[in-house]
Nanobody
Framework: QVRLVESGGGLVQAGGSLRLSCAAS????????MGWYRQAPGKERELVAS???????NVADSVKGRFTISRDNAKNTVYLQMNSLKPEDTAVYSC????????WGQGTQVTVSS
């Protein structure tokens, strides 16, 4: 069993920055893809960014140029650096990791005030 725990969410003013972290722990495992989804009230869940074990990344057009995803394989941790935050970035951000199955974190709230 793999457990993912996010941290780093909170309240920030528009234009500010936050860094989310997601650490995986549990039985011996080798994480393959990792990434972040977000879901705002009344909206569909959106894939924000993903990263392969080798470091190849994909970032949603809505955050391109503002958000950066990275990972530390030795620490089984994925990060999401969020800059130039906008009120429309307000959502619950959840990380995921893929071993043989898909694992989710519990989610962390990000609120951007105007």
């Amino acid at each position: 069993q793999v457990r993912l725990v996010e941290s780093g969410g909170g309240l920030v003013q528009a234009g500010g920055s936050l860094r989310l972290s997601c650490a995986a722990s549990g039985s011996p495992f080798r994480l393959n893809a990792m990434g972040w989804y977000r879901q705002a009230p009344g909206k569909e869940r959106e894939l924000v960014a993903s990263i392969t074990r080798g470091g190849s990344t994909n970032v949603a057009d809505s955050v391109k140029g503002r958000f950066t995803i990275s990972r530390d394989n030795a620490k089984n941790t994925v990060y999401l650096q969020m800059n130039s935050l906008k009120p429309e970035d307000t959502a619950v951000y959840s990380c995921y990791g893929v071993v043989e199955a898909f694992y989710w974190g519990q989610g962390t709230q990000v609120t951007v005030s105007s």
